[in-house]
């Protein structure tokens, strides 16, 4: 899946009531690396799609892959 797409699902399920920075400490991560998820310059690795999913409630595949 292209990192552009994942980024924009990314976005809209952070919505505006979230800051990067309460996502990023809620799965452990930095708030720098929410921003480049977000934007498209980094694909998270495996333990933080998960943790993503997680947080967002939604399926990991739906997330990443568009199943």
Same mark, same amino acid.
């Given at each position: 899946?292209?990192?552009?797409?994942?980024?924009?699902?990314?976005? #809209?399920?952070?919505?505006?009531?979230? &800051?990067?920075?309460?996502? /990023?400490?809620?799965? $452990? !991560?930095?708030?720098?690396?929410?921003?480049?998820?977000?934007?498209? #310059?980094?694909?998270?690795?495996?333990? &933080?799609?998960?943790?993503? /999913?997680?947080?967002? $409630? !939604?399926?990991?595949?739906?997330?990443?892959?568009?199943?």
């Amino acid at each position: 899946m292209d990192l552009e797409v994942i980024g924009k699902r990314l976005r #809209e399920l952070r919505g505006v009531y979230r &800051t990067q920075a309460e996502v /990023a400490e809620a799965i $452990g !991560v930095t708030p720098a690396a929410i921003s480049q998820y977000e934007n498209g #310059e980094r694909a998270p690795g495996d333990q &933080t799609k998960i943790a993503l /999913a997680k947080y967002y $409630g !939604v399926p990991v595949g739906e997330l990443f892959f568009g199943e």
